[in-house]
């Protein structure tokens, strides 16, 4: 018998749907033990255990805790998708779920990630469909997409582990995406208190942004006896983050910049004049050029907050993460799988997003969709985050991808060629990995 193509997909979702019971119980393990970036080793282990069960060979430890995958197409291997799922948490110690120690919690839902990235390797192995496409699936489990902890990831820079503070521009210096043609990944996001269904939002554009370390440097002193021989570095600090806000109305609306950071020493003893101040901050915008202006701009008003008190000042700027651009046609597959899947009065297209992910490195380099699936309550990375909707959280967004990648890669994966045919990087690899470099200091 001939098997079609929405044949293929009935199947694959038939599988995914009755394997939910694993799927979500993989979720709710990773949700149990929330591990910062690229500290995830009990989170690749569980994913590590997944493909096991599956019979599917892997390869770990790529970016130190990276799993990667792949399902061979039975009709050759013309193209790679990538499916990807992030293995970090955030901190947020407030949620009642945090971990006591660490402060992680799954408050920005990679667990789901990970959950259906899992259910899409399911799906295709258990229904015997890698058979009827013409190319690859991989399946990868990344490390570190939440931007924090810059101390310690800079110390693993120091000390020759990384070379990156984000998991996929590492993975890409580390060539790990050079055998990947296209890539999708899901994310949460919140559902709001008066409706009663999730949704799924098909995301267009976010920020990018740089890093900043930032060090003032002055002179203890006692606090009261002798403020006067002493150089305040807070008030140093104070007086750069001052100066930023003074120049924010020159800040362009179109640009969507952002400056939000914070004081992670502040001092030592309160009777001590304050000698060493350390702070942290991205600097946002929604294209490159805008992120470099703004990033210089802001970097003289906090080297004038240092001049302003006589305290020295250094400011170490960051590889961050580049603008996220969706490409057009998978964005379009996935939207018209997601109407068969839970009607079209529940799908839209989003505006721009003023947050920042790697996956907008990788969009540079390859096709990249990323949808937005409405599926918690509360906020992202809140205390009140939880799950409402276990359907919209860790199913139907893997038989979305499911769909799609079928549509790309059945019949001699004929979409997946008419798609790359017409499709220019917006950067090479090497031209992005220079980029990059460059705000290395």
């Avoid at 470099?292 to 001049?307: F, H, K, S």
């Avoid at 947050?355 to 937005?372: C, F, N, Q």
């Amino acid at each position: 018998m001939t098997m079609t193509k929405d044949q293929l997909k009935a199947i694959v979702c038939e599988t995914i749907a009755s394997h939910k019971g694993d799927i979500k119980k993989l979720a709710e393990d990773i949700w149990a033990e929330p591990e910062l970036g690229y500290k995830e080793t009990k989170t690749a282990k569980k994913v590590e255990a997944a493909f096991s069960a599956l019979g599917v060979n892997y390869r770990n430890q790529l970016a130190l805790t990276g799993v990667k995958a792949r399902l061979k197409g039975g009709k050759g291997s013309k193209y790679s998708i990538a499916v990807i799922g992030e293995l970090d948490a955030i901190i947020c110690a407030e949620h009642p779920e945090a971990d006591d120690l660490t402060g992680a919690a799954h408050c920005c839902g990679h667990n789901a990630q990970i959950a259906n990235m899992m259910a899409v390797t399911i799906g295709l192995v258990k229904s015997g469909a890698m058979q009827y496409l013409a190319g690859d699936v991989v399946p990868f489990a990344v490390p570190a997409e939440e931007y924090v902890e810059l101390a310690y990831r800079n110390k693993l820079i120091e000390q020759g582990k990384i070379s990156y503070i984000g998991g996929k521009p590492e993975l890409i210096s580390l060539g790990e995406f050079d055998d990947v043609d296209m890539a999708m990944q899901i994310h949460l996001t919140s559902v709001k208190p008066e409706r009663d269904t999730g949704f799924i939002e098909m995301s267009t554009t976010t920020n990018g942004f740089i890093g900043k370390l930032i060090n003032y440097k002055g002179t203890a002193s006692h606090a009261a006896a002798a403020p006067h021989l002493g150089v305040n570095a807070l008030n140093a600090a104070m007086m750069g983050i001052m100066g930023v806000n003074a120049i924010r109305e020159t800040f362009q609306e179109k640009d969507y910049i952002r400056f939000h950071p914070i004081i992670t020493q502040g001092g030592d003893l309160v009777n001590v004049t304050p000698s060493d101040v350390r702070m942290e901050s991205y600097v946002r915008a929604s294209n490159v050029p805008a992120m470099i202006d703004a990033n210089e701009r802001i970097t003289r008003a906090l080297v004038a907050g240092a001049m302003s008190v006589g305290a020295e000042v250094e400011v170490k700027d960051l590889p961050g993460y580049l603008p996220l651009y969706n490409n057009d046609t998978l964005n379009s597959l996935l939207q018209q799988n997601a109407h068969s899947l839970i009607g079209e009065e529940n799908v839209w297209i989003a505006g721009h997003m003023t947050g920042s992910t790697d996956t907008g490195d990788l969009s540079h380099i390859m096709p990249v969709s990323h949808p937005w699936i409405g599926a918690i309550r509360g906020g992202l990375h809140g205390k009140d985050y939880v799950v409402f909707d276990d359907d919209m959280a860790y199913i139907r967004p893997a038989q979305m991808m499911a769909m799609a990648i079928i549509d790309l890669l059945f019949d001699d994966a004929s979409q997946a060629n008419e798609m790359l045919a017409d499709y220019t990087p917006l950067m090479s690899k090497e031209e992005y990995l220079s980029f990059i470099g460059s705000f290395k200091n």
